[in-house]
């Protein structure tokens, strides 16, 4: 067994290979290396730029919504594995949270509860517009960022993003 180690949430995994996406935060396979090549962005202090902070601030508010509503739809899923689909979602989103709180060296506020409907479809068709928004902004986001490592986690998010889609679409 080997350790491996996400450099984008610094998370660990334990594994006879390197999986194919973080099971923490979604990041793609290219960002999990060895334990010992391993750098995670969140674990090297970098100063901000105005626009980076403006954007983790905007990012740290769009995940920890994500993070509630679909905490919401999971608990009105019609069936165990959509209700599972949405917690592993919404931790996920959660983890994205962290990273932002790590990244900007603050602690984490109360995360309040969100509303979402009672019917699958529509949660699908909800889940579709807010991933959509997100791999659009991230995309931004990555391209405006001055600092490597930021520019790293936005580009890292845009793609994770995108698999959520892409994963929700298949429901529907």
């Known amino acids: 067994m080997k350790t491996y180690i996400c450099e984008?949430?610094?998370?660990?995994?334990?594994?006879e290979e390197a999986p194919s996406e973080?099971?923490?935060c979604g990041a793609r396979h290219g960002f999990i290396k060895a334990g010992s090549e391993a750098k995670p962005i969140v674990n090297e202090k970098i100063e901000l730029s105005e626009i980076s902070k403006k954007n983790l601030e905007e990012t740290l508010a769009l995940e920890t919504n994500a993070n509630a509503i679909y905490l919401c739809m999971a608990g009105k899923a019609k069936t165990y594995e959509i209700k599972a689909m949405y917690k592993r979602l919404a931790k996920v989103e959660l983890e994205h949270a962290v990273i932002c709180t790590k990244l900007m060296g603050i602690e984490m506020s109360e995360i309040k509860a969100e509303i979402c409907s009672d019917e699958d479809v529509e949660n699908f068709k909800e889940t579709i517009k807010l991933e959509e928004h997100a791999t659009d902004l991230y995309h931004k986001f990555a391209l405006e960022a001055v600092e490597k490592n930021i520019k790293i986690f936005f580009t890292a998010l845009t793609q994770i993003e995108a698999g959520h889609t892409r994963l929700i679409k298949n429901y529907l």
Not at 8 to 15: K, S, V
């Open 22 to 24: 973080c099971p923490f």
């Open 8 to 15: 984008i949430c610094g998370d660990a995994y334990l594994g």
